[in-house]
């Protein structure tokens, strides 16, 4: 029998274990029924190529929905961005760092006047950024006119496809990926510890002693190993350092700031926390212009990744986005949600991905199957409310 306090602990966190051993469990089942192909350097730098983009919006979709909201344009916006880079770089010759600021500038323009009609014109969410899903697609197209454009320059192409450079050389290890992997691992350990001793000085009911034990070796044990297996590839891609940077810079924005707090305060109950001083309308159209500048600068990442902007880049995107926000514990009603639910939700979509295209599993069952995996976790989220 488990102690009372660990078993009220484990009640009360249950979403939050459950998803990272649902994301544990995916990722061992396909590494057997794929004989070890999962887990090759090869494919994890695929694997985090591949969903880079997707992580990149889901930390923007999460504030969305957090207040209250949803949006449906971000797949045509990110598509929309790809081709505007296009034109800028390939026909008109633009150098790549005003051409990316300018895409990321237009990415927060649109996420404005989407954000603007939903928070001072009170047209729900989903009617305005459904509008503008079929408007950046149509624009996506007018821009191409039709046809893919292409190639990059190499300077913009290092977006998605650069690594960090290895210096001093390794022989068989990237050893400046190593050192940075190990000293990534170690501030996270530290600043777990900090938590655990700060809750426990502010008499902060916290995880008890033993699951914090385990679930720290656990998870120091698995970002070791996968230091070391990217290590031995090529290392860390630039993408990874991107998405590290900004679920850091999330996580702190929703955790430790005063911003991130009004904006579950939105989600939870506008008309309180209006009442309470929080410039609800602000927050609103905030929240859609972060979206419009991730969607800009996912978009930007998938052009450099597939070297060239097509007229069906972004298509399904919010699909992934939405589905990830969701499966990584984000409630359909607002308030509730946080940012490494987000990621993980968006890695169990990824490795599913990859997985079943490992398999050689039709797309149509792939979304037969990525449905029900979205359908239960919406499920199991009412049940935990309902409960509660």
Known sequence: MLPNSLRT??????????MLLTLVGIMAFFQVVTDGTLLQPLNL?????????????ALGMLLVIVAGHIDLSVGSVC????????????????PVLPAFALCLLAGAVIGGLQGWFVAYLKIPSFIVTLAGMLVFKGLALALLGGQSLGPFPESFQTLS??????????????LTSLGAGLLLIVVLALRELAT????????????????????????????????WLMA???????????????????AFLTQRTTLGRRVYALGGNERAAR???????????????????????AGLVFAARLNTATPKAGLGFELDVIAACFIGGASASGGVGKVIGAVIGAFIMGVMNNG????????????VIKGTVLLAAVVFDVYNRRKG
């Open 79 to 94: 598509g929309f961005v790809g081709a505007l880079a296009a034109v800028l770089m390939v026909e008109m010759g633009w």
């Open 161 to 174: 496809s650069g690594f960090l450079p290895d210096w001093p050389a390794g022989d068989e290890h990237h």
């Open 356 to 367: 079943m295209s490992i398999l050689g599993i039709g797309i149509e069952w792939q979304q």
């Open 232 to 250: 031995s590839y090529k290392g860390f891609p630039n993408v990874l350092l991107m998405m590290t940077a900004l679920i850091a810079a999330y």
């Open 45 to 57: 730098t695929n694997l985090f190529l591949q969903n880079s983009y997707i992580v990149v919006m």
């Open 9 to 18: 602990f484990l009640s009360a966190h249950l979403r939050d274990y459950g």
């Open 275 to 297: 009442l309470s001083g929080v410039p609800t309308e602000r927050l609103t159209l905030l929240c859609f212009v972060n979206m419009g500048v991730l969607a800009a600068l």
């Open 196 to 227: 655990l001793r700060r809750s426990a000085a502010l008499g902060i009911a916290s995880e008890p002693v033993v699951l914090f034990g385990l679930r720290l070796a656990a998870q120091s044990g698995a970002l070791a190993g996968l230091v």
